[in-house]
């Protein structure tokens, strides 16, 4: 059986696991590495399970306790060389990956980390690089892409492979456009190298999903510039326009931002 948990989601830390009966694949680790190992213990699970550790891109939100897990538990990390480069140059990440774990992959690499089959794939954002990760276990393509300022031709394809998807539905833009941030923090956040608004994120879903997909994981919502059911209904509201019913077609959720999700079976 394969299980997917999200240990978190949002610019306070974001943190995504992926096992079976016999291997853990942890993707970013952003959240603290007590609340980590608070969160293994409330779900029954062992961090020693963590046989591989992979890393979108190296924003402080995603990387936090990358270093201090890796050499905790010997954990190899997997990432691009510019996002190793950039853990350690982040000084969010007091405790750096020990060299004997750095793994460096590229763009378009596909590689086996024990049960997993994972290809990396590029994602536009402002970090000095950004990649979204196509992962196959047990016959299902699992697909996360998140902190993409846009859709690219690449992700548009991984959405129309993908059994289960993780997306991210930053903003609402007019919440953004009316916020209280300043003007050039809003211009980055909706500019091609920012964030995904739920209207983008809807579109994509919308314009690639085939009927293969059984399950839509809304992620990394801002704090101030979005809600869950805003981003929700938005999202199904596009969604219905094309023809699409989520809750029939596909199921919908909307990640937590600083609490973990339930465990969810991927079948």
């Known amino acids: 059986m394969l299980n997917f948990i999200s240990f978190g989601s949002g610019s306070s830390g974001n943190c995504y696991y992926l096992y079976t009966e016999k291997d853990g694949l942890l993707i970013d680790i952003g959240v603290g590495l007590r609340s980590l190992k608070k969160h293994f213990h409330d779900f029954g699970l062992k961090p020693v399970q963590v046989r591989n550790v992979l890393v979108t891109h190296d924003h402080a939100d995603h990387v ?146 085939t009927p293969k997909l059984r399950h839509v994981w809304l992620c990394h919502l801002s704090e101030e510039n979005n809600h869950p059911e805003l981003a929700r209904k938005t999202v199904q509201m596009i969604l219905q326009s094309y023809g699409i019913v989520p809750g029939k077609d596909f199921l919908l959720d909307v990640l937590k931002r600083k609490m973990p999700s339930g465990v969810f079976e991927l079948k």
């Open 64 to 209: 936090k306790s990358v270093g201090s897990f890796s050499c905790d538990f010997d954990v190899p990390v997997y990432a691009s060389l510019k996002v190793h480069e950039g853990i350690v140059a982040n000084y969010c990440v007091r405790r750096k990956v020990s060299q004997q774990n750095v793994r460096i992959i590229n763009k378009g690499d596909t590689f086996r980390l024990g049960d997993f089959t994972v290809t990396s794939f590029d994602v536009p954002h402002d970090s000095s690089d950004n990649l979204g990760f196509n992962i196959q276990c047990q016959g299902i393509n699992f697909c996360i892409m998140t902190d993409a300022g846009h859709v690219n031709d690449i992700m548009r394809q991984y959405i129309a492979e993908a059994d289960y998807l993780v997306i991210e539905a930053n903003h609402d833009e007019e919440m953004l456009r009316q916020g209280p941030y300043p003007q050039y923090l809003k211009e980055r956040i909706m500019g091609t190298k920012g964030h995904l608004s739920n209207h983008d994120c809807a579109e994509a879903i919308a314009q690639n999903a």
